[in-house]
């Protein structure tokens, strides 16, 4: 059977930690930030870890070898 291949939109959006999460950047940072609350700007400079479900999900679907 042959290798899986490996999404390119996920590479570019996902990195799995060396424990098996999945990390990503913040959503809805790229226009329109100054209807935006100072918070909502600041916590999302960071790249958070996503939900076990979406984990498992992503690692399933998009990036078999991750």
Not at 45 to 57: P, Q
């Amino acid at each position: 059977m042959p290798k899986m291949k490996t999404k390119s939109a996920a590479k570019k959006r996902f990195r799995i930690t060396s424990t098996g999460k999945v990390k990503a950047g913040a959503a809805f940072k790229r226009h329109c930030l100054g209807a935006k609350s100072q918070k909502m700007k600041r916590t999302s400079r960071r790249t958070g870890v996503l939900a076990k479900a979406d984990g498992i999900i992503i690692k399933r679907n998009f990036m078999p070898y991750g």
